[in-house]
């Protein structure tokens, strides 16, 4: 059993480890930019003992010294150090493409799992921002995850085409960029429809807004989370 650290070494703890996720985002999001330099100004073995720079890095940063830590950072990224490797030792430089596609199939059979073993995962997302969710919201929960699990196998395999039949270009403009636009059309889209089919407004500024456009009492669902907002406000009350 590893001692607690003392209260002195815990704010540098904290600061350790938000430099550290800090460095693996920007890794992430920076990847297919670098792919891209590297396809055009280094050698493939050149440019997998870069990218192993970085993630030894963001590896590093994350590390706080104990070996079973270290054991779950390894294992948590084990599917690009496993690209790297491959990349470094055949000297096919097309392997480095796959991260993004790596990605996006994990993404899906965390959604699809849910959906198999429950709650779905739009679900625990929810309740994790509203602990008391309406009963009426959990089957749209349901579908939204099913849409989540639709998009992210879709995106999956045409990012699969891009990486084995597109020039890397192509591959570094749709994941680095567009991949990205259309995932915050998504979640906005997403927002607009749930907002204005449940009418379940909050305190936001927002949600105000969009409660002065569409006030709730103009249809039967937003009645209907009116009712529920009234009986959730009794039993705090009560």
Same mark, same amino acid.
């Given at each position: 059993?590893?001692? #607690?650290?003392?209260?002195?070494?815990?704010?540098?703890?904290?600061?350790?480890?938000?430099?550290?996720?800090?460095?693996?985002?920007?890794?992430?999001?920076?990847?297919?930019?670098?792919?891209?330099?590297?396809?055009?100004?280094?050698?493939?073995?050149?440019?997998?003992?870069?990218?192993?720079?970085?993630?030894?890095?963001?590896?590093?940063?994350?590390?706080?010294?104990?070996?079973?830590?270290?054991?779950?950072?390894?294992?948590?990224?084990?599917?690009?150090?496993?690209?790297?490797?491959?990349?470094?030792?055949?000297?096919?430089?097309?392997?480095?493409?796959?991260?993004?596609?790596?990605?996006?199939?994990?993404?899906?059979?965390?959604?699809?799992? #849910?959906?198999?073993?429950?709650?779905?995962?739009?679900?625990?997302?929810?309740?994790?921002?509203?602990?008391?969710?309406?009963?009426?919201?959990?089957?749209?929960?349901?579908?939204?995850?099913?849409?989540? #699990?639709?998009?992210?196998?879709?995106?999956?395999?045409?990012?699969?085409?891009?990486?084995?039949?597109?020039?890397?270009?192509?591959?570094?403009?749709?994941?680095?960029?567009?991949?990205?636009?259309?995932?915050?059309?998504?979640?906005?889209?997403?927002?607009?429809?749930?907002?204005?089919?449940?009418?379940?407004?909050?305190?936001?500024?927002?949600?105000?807004?969009?409660?002065?456009?569409?006030?709730?009492?103009?249809?039967?669902?937003?009645?209907? #989370?009116?009712?529920?907002?009234?009986?959730?406000?009794?039993?705090?009350?009560?």
């Amino acid at each position: 059993m590893n001692p #607690s650290p003392p209260p002195s070494d815990r704010p540098k703890g904290r600061v350790r480890g938000a430099v550290g996720g800090f460095l693996q985002a920007a890794f992430f999001l920076t990847y297919p930019l670098t792919i891209y330099l590297g396809y055009t100004r280094l050698e493939t073995r050149q440019l997998a003992l870069l990218l192993l720079g970085l993630y030894a890095i963001s590896v590093a940063t994350r590390f706080r010294g104990s070996a079973a830590e270290l054991w779950a950072l390894l294992r948590q990224f084990s599917g690009l150090g496993v690209l790297i490797l491959v990349a470094f030792a055949t000297g096919n430089r097309t392997v480095l493409l796959f991260l993004p596609v790596l990605v996006n199939v994990v993404l899906f059979g965390t959604f699809a799992r #849910s959906l198999r073993n429950g709650p779905p995962l739009a679900e625990r997302f929810a309740r994790s921002i509203e602990e008391d969710l309406p009963d009426f919201t959990i089957p749209y929960c349901r579908k939204l995850t099913i849409a989540w #699990s639709v998009f992210l196998a879709a995106n999956s395999v045409f990012m699969l085409v891009l990486a084995i039949a597109a020039p890397v270009s192509w591959w570094a403009l749709y994941t680095g960029l567009i991949s990205y636009l259309i995932i915050g059309a998504l979640f906005v889209g997403e927002f607009l429809l749930r907002k204005l089919w449940f009418r379940n407004y909050t305190d936001t500024a927002a949600d105000r807004i969009l409660r002065w456009i569409f006030p709730p009492d103009r249809t039967a669902r937003g009645r209907r #989370s009116l009712a529920y907002i009234a009986a959730r406000e009794a039993r705090e009350e009560g």
